[in-house]
């Protein structure tokens, strides 16, 4: 016999079976681990507090309104949704929010973001930054006291402490809150600038690191490489990371070139605030983005000038959340211009 004849022989079906929902969901909060992790070793225990705090709230929400929907509860409880939207709310709070934060804010990513417009695959808008837009505009004083890197704080909480403050707000004697919180970055330099003064003398601060706001940037890397790795397994696409990234580089680049007493440089917008994880964890949100690649295009560098635009002349310091939401209302429209030419399709002119 032959080696052609005694090859094997591969019948079809030729169509590699798609990931289930659980199996994405899972994926992505895998990708989220290196970040997690750098977070916690850089901002402490807290982090990891919010995060459980989140997802045990939204666990509970989801099966509630699983209940009340009369869906089947261990199907939609186990695809993971409810997790991931939470940690993401989670990462987008400061870490030393108290306890009822990320309750009340899972209440409003599962129950009004999601569950209200049908559940998963139903939702308008990103359930994780709806809900950290409500808090943020209900709560501004919670939401803008940030953790300082543990390397700049002269004594960290231990688990038990960071328990301990976040349900009842209290410290060890030794240690006061103002020590152990300060301004993002992207909040300093705002602030500063209205002030007056110009990015040499503001770049003098310890707030700065290498590239970025002292320890967050490390975080950004972390997220990037998880990102980096969901695009090699084609969980997300490249169009709406790399779209919203170079937009980000590209107008911050010319307004430093243009007036570098009042921008920070590219980097500074690159890995400070939220931007790496919105680009490839927020953005790519299969649900509520742009499915056609043209569309994700014009869907990511959307966001990516709008955030800028927020953080240069806007009221917050960083403005993913809201370039999203934005960006989400014109995802119709996108995807109705952008879709490509089915093959072999006639048009109306044809036919007649």
Not at 142 to 168: G, Y
Not at 178 to 206: C, F, H, W
Not at 282 to 297: K, Q
Request: cysteine-free; hydrophobic content about 50%; charged content about 10%.
């Amino acid at each position: 016999m032959n080696d052609v004849n005694s090859a094997a022989v591969i019948s079809s079906p030729f169509v590699s079976e798609s990931l289930s929902v659980a199996q994405v969901m899972r994926t992505v909060i895998y990708a989220l681990v290196p970040g997690i992790l750098i977070y916690i070793g850089l901002f402490g225990w807290a982090v990891l507090i919010n995060i459980l705090i989140a997802s045990v709230s939204a666990v509970v929400f989801e099966w509630m309104m699983l209940i009340l929907r009369n869906k089947q509860v261990r199907v939609f409880l186990l695809d993971g949704s409810a997790i991931l939207t939470a940690i993401l709310l989670a990462l987008a709070l400061p870490p030393s929010v108290p306890w009822w934060i990320p309750v009340v804010g899972s209440f409003f990513a599962i129950v009004m973001a999601k569950h209200l417009y049908g559940g998963i695959g139903y939702n308008t808008f990103n359930p994780a930054m709806a809900a950290y837009a409500i808090l943020l505009i209900s709560f501004p004083r919670e939401l803008s006291l940030w953790n300082a890197p543990l390397a700049h704080v002269n004594q960290s909480l231990s688990f038990m402490d960071s328990i301990n403050f976040s349900f009842f707000q209290n410290l060890p004697n030794s240690l006061a809150f103002d020590s152990m919180t300060s301004a993002t970055l992207l909040d300093y330099v705002r602030t500063e600038v209205g002030l007056g003064k110009n990015i040499d003398v503001i770049s003098q601060s310890p707030i700065f690191g290498y590239v970025s706001g002292s320890g967050y940037e490390w975080v950004s890397v972390g997220f990037l490489i998880g990102g980096l790795w969901l695009i090699y397994r084609k969980i997300i696409s490249w169009h709406i990371p790399v779209a919203m990234l170079i937009a980000i580089i590209g107008i911050s680049g010319i307004s430093y070139f243009i007036n570098s007493d009042n921008f920070t440089n590219p980097l500074v917008h690159l890995f400070g605030g939220a931007t790496i994880l919105g680009a490839f964890f927020i953005a790519t949100d299969p649900i509520t983005a742009s499915t056609t690649p043209v569309g994700r295009i014009i869907y990511g560098a959307g966001i990516g000038l709008i955030t800028f635009s927020i953080r240069a002349w806007g009221g917050y310091p960083d403005g993913v959340a809201f370039a999203v939401l934005l960006m989400g209302l014109t995802v119709p429209l996108l995807d109705y211009y952008t879709a490509p030419k089915v093959y072999g399709a006639r048009s109306s002119y044809d036919k007649n």
